[in-house]
T-cell receptor
Framework: AQKITQTQPGMFVQEKEAVTLDCTYD???????LFWYKQPSSGEMIFLIY??????QNATEGRYSLNFQKARKSANLVISASQLGDSAMYFC????????????FGAGTTVTVRA | GAGVSQSPSNKVTEKGKDVELRCDPI?????LYWYRQSLGQGLEFLIY????????KSGLPSDRFSAERTGGSVSTLTIQRTQQEDSAVYLC???????????FGPGTRLTVL
């Protein structure tokens, strides 16, 4: 079974608008971490934001925020005030357990920001 | 630079040849990971090194794949007798420890003809 599901293969967003990227996850472990990475056309994976399963508040990093709904097992990424440089592939990933280190990635969502 | 570096950036090889891919992690990072990104399989974990501990090789797809990490720093991923299905981008990442965020290199794009 897929551990991370990203249902939006591609999205278009107007510059300066906000965009929400969906991510749902599947785990039976109460301890896990959720990550979002950005992969521009250059290929490098850039870490954006992290949410721990026991974190009480939703994570935020500048224009990135994570809408963490634990009961629904969802960890959507919100990018506010989109910029042309935000055009990239975005991956949701999960690390399960207190001692694990492997990241399981979703299929990714391609975001294209229009001027 | 201060980031993870990988070489070569691109590698084209013929089926059956061996290839070596190199990763230089961020200085001071004790954890090092290799992932593979291909069209059909997405991003897959391959192998993990932590300090001097035995590596976790559970993600390696076959015994043609091997990796080593010398001196707790540079890592080399070796693919023997390459097959066309090995064509992918091989990404290396490092982190300060296994629980912290992983920083990725630019990847090596491998094409097996």
């Amino acid at each position: 079974a897929q551990k991370i599901t990203q249902t939006q293969p591609g999205m278009f967003v107007q510059e300066k608008e906000a965009v929400t990227l969906d991510c749902t996850y599947d785990t039976s472990d109460p301890s896990y971490g959720l990550f979002w990475y950005k992969q521009p056309s250059s290929g490098e994976m850039i870490f954006l934001i992290y949410q721990g399963s026991y974190d009480q508040q939703n994570a935020t990093e500048g224009r990135y925020s994570l809408n963490f709904q634990k009961a629904r097992k969802s960890a959507n990424l919100v990018i506010s005030a989109s910029q042309l440089g935000d055009s990239a592939m975005y991956f949701c990933a999960m690390r399960e357990g207190t001692n694990d280190y492997k990241l399981s990635f979703g299929a990714g969502t391609t975001v294209t920001v229009r001027a | 630079g201060a980031g993870v570096s990988q070489s070569p950036s691109n590698k084209v090889t013929e089926k059956g040849k061996d290839v070596e891919l190199r990763c230089d992690p961020i200085s001071g990072h004790t954890a090092l990971y290799w992932y593979r990104q291909s069209l059909g399989q997405g991003l897959e974990f391959l192998i993990y090194f932590q300090g001097n501990s035995a590596p976790d090789k559970s993600g390696l797809p076959s015994d043609r794949f091997s990796a080593e990490r010398t001196g707790g720093s540079v890592s080399t991923l070796t693919i023997q007798r390459t097959q066309q299905e090995d064509s992918a981008v091989y990404l290396c990442a490092s982190s300060t420890n296994f629980r912290s965020e992983q920083f990725f290199g630019p990847g090596t794009r491998l094409t097996v003809l």
